[in-house]
């Protein structure tokens, strides 16, 4: 992963609840968008890769005729279930307690496989091409995340209802709990997490790449709690890693919260979406 580090089971200890609540859903149309793009028609395999609680699997899950999520956090692998269920999809989904280093040999093979912000933290070039291994000829790997050259606004908010998240009063909030050093699991970041990814996926063999761009844009209100779970969805601010000092941190976020935005409620943009095909 990265010089330093090791993954350890640590990393997302105690965010799975929160996950799926705080966390921003990717571009409405990016079902649409892979699904022209890949030609999908319902049939065929995915396998996500770092699935979470089906965050990316579950909306993309009617595009194929069975999904297998893999991930070894076993609380997310519980939610993804959870989200399966809740979305009439669990009778084609499966779920997979695992590190994608480590895949059971009784898998079988794919038409598509998906990372969706999560190839970071796993040994890349094992992983690719083990994933290479697993895809069907002409399968497509998808290379999910936000976007990160969207043009910056003075006012991400301008014309909304509601106060934008207070984002980098939150991060020092963490900081002067957790140290200026990003935390990971047992571990430190202190260069953040590795880039990249077009180089190692090269490597494996793969070629391509195709890039596709689902616009966002759309105007969200999230409430106190939504801006608090999201706060405890991420690594480095997952709570096992407040200790004893926990219940004080939610109280001095709880405060800069209502600070910001006395009605409990603040406005957001979404991201837009950035999907790398590959080819195998």
């Known amino acids: 992963m990265t010089v330093g580090w090791e993954w350890d089971d640590a990393l997302f200890l105690g965010a799975a609840p929160y996950y799926r609540r705080g966390r921003l859903p990717y571009a409405p149309g990016l079902a649409d968008a892979l699904a022209e793009a890949l030609e999908l028609d319902g ?38 279930g959870r989200a399966a269920a809740e979305a009439g999809v669990a009778g084609k989904a499966r779920w997979v307690l695992a590190r994608a280093e480590e895949l059971p040999d009784d898998l079988g093979t794919f038409t598509v ?42 006012d991400p908010v301008e ?45 494996a063999g793969f070629s391509g790449p195709r890039r596709l761009v689902v616009p966002g844009g759309q105007a969200l209100v999230r409430t106190r709690d939504d801006v608090v779970a999201g706060v405890f969805s991420r690594s480095f601010s997952a709570p096992h890693l407040f200790g004893e ?22 406005s957001e943009r979404l991201p837009g979406t950035e999907a790398v095909v590959w080819r195998a």
């Open 43 to 80: 049939r065929g395999r995915l396998i996500d890769m770092g699935c979470g609680p089906g965050t990316l699997a579950v909306p993309l899950a009617h595009l194929f005729g069975e999904v297998v999520g893999v991930d070894p956090d076993s609380g997310m692998i519980a939610e993804a």
């Open 113 to 154: 496989a998906t990372f969706a912000q999560s190839f970071h933290w796993m040994d890349r070039d094992l992983v690719a091409a083990k994933v290479r291994g697993l895809l069907r000829p002409g399968g497509a790997l998808v290379h999910v995340s936000d976007l990160k050259t969207e043009p910056d606004t003075a």
């Open 159 to 203: 014309g909304l209802p509601h106060p934008a998240v207070p984002y980098e009063a939150m991060d020092e909030l963490v900081r002067r709990y957790l140290g200026p050093v990003r935390r990971a699991g047992r571990g430190l970041l202190p260069q953040g997490t590795p880039g990249g990814e077009a180089e190692v996926y090269a490597r």
């Open 245 to 266: 000092r926990r219940a004080a941190f939610e109280a001095d976020l709880d405060r800069l919260l209502r600070e910001a935005s006395p009605s409990g409620r603040f």
